[in-house]
């Protein structure tokens, strides 16, 4: 895939604040993506095309789902469920004929012939039940954002020293930028790579254990007086922090609970 260099949704999501920038990139080209899935677009044979073919994940439908366009999306899923059939059947009826050919009892190298066609109808069966276009698109998109930021690390010395500064990566984003870092950074520049995330990172997690833990202080009685500090949403920002941004801020709601 050829990298696309753009800068300024970069510049927009670090200037923004909060872990982690690439999430926010993320959010924005999901909601982007869905957007066009349930709008114009997908009447239009090229994209409809890709989407009977590919379908959504279920993260996506539940996300197409609630925004609420119940036609639309009954549009898309009429013309992929006819063409998911279609392929269901023919997984099938592969695995049916693998199947007969394994009960008869070959030997050998027929035996393994037969095994494999099976299991090859299962991987293709398997394929169907992953697919996501919105999914594929979206890794599209952090490919570029994360060749953008090392693009601008490198040549950039202001945004050099802004993402200095940022409030870390969440484990998803700091697993994708170490991956293409070696590709995209020359290698006299990947020391001071590794070495500016391991100053980013390190610090960004330790406060969130310990707003973690000052979280589950204020639910002993002996707390009850001290102030929340930064630990009233300190779950959700944990597993965003971890997992990648999952949770909603105001899930911080509800964590208060209990603590008051
Ligand atoms: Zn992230
Ligand atoms: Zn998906």
Redesign the pocket.
């Known amino acids: 895939m050829k990298l696309h260099i753009d800068t300024i949704p970069v510049w927009d999501a670090i200037r923004q604040g909060g872990?982690?920038?690439?999430?926010?990139m993320?959010d924005r080209s999901e909601a982007t993506w869905a957007e066009r899935f349930l709008g114009a677009s997908v009447m239009e044979p090229e994209w409809r095309i890709r989407v009977n073919r590919h379908g959504f994940c279920a993260r996506h439908h539940q996300l197409l789902y609630g925004m609420g366009n119940r036609l639309g999306h009954a549009l898309m899923l009429e013309s992929h469920m006819h063409e998911t059939t279609a392929a269901m059947n023919e997984a099938l009826s592969r695995a049916g004929r693998a199947a007969d050919a394994m009960g008869r009892g070959g030997l050998g190298r027929s035996k393994a012939r037969q095994e494999e066609a099976y299991r090859a109808a299962v991987q293709d069966l398997g394929t169907m039940a992953e697919d996501c276009i919105l999914c594929s698109h979206m890794a599209e998109d952090t490919a570029n954002a994360v060749g953008t930021v090392l693009h601008l690390w490198q040549h950039d010395g202001e945004f050099r020293s802004v993402f200095a500064g940022c409030a870390g990566?969440?484990?998803?984003?700091?697993h994708?930028l170490l991956a293409d870092a070696p590709d995209l950074l020359p290698a006299k520049e990947l020391p001071g790579f590794i070495d500016a995330l391991t100053r980013i990172e390190g610090p960004a997690y330790e406060t969130m254990g310990s707003d973690v833990s000052w979280f589950i202080k204020k639910f002993d009685y002996r707390y009850q007086a001290e102030p929340w500090k930064n630990a009233r949403d300190a779950v959700p920002r944990a597993v965003?922090?971890l997992r990648?941004?999952t949770l909603p801020a105001d899930e911080a709601e509800s964590s208060r609970d209990g603590g008051e």
């Open positions: 872990p982690c920038f690439l999430c926010t993320r990566f969440c484990l998803p984003h700091l994708a965003n922090l990648g941004r």
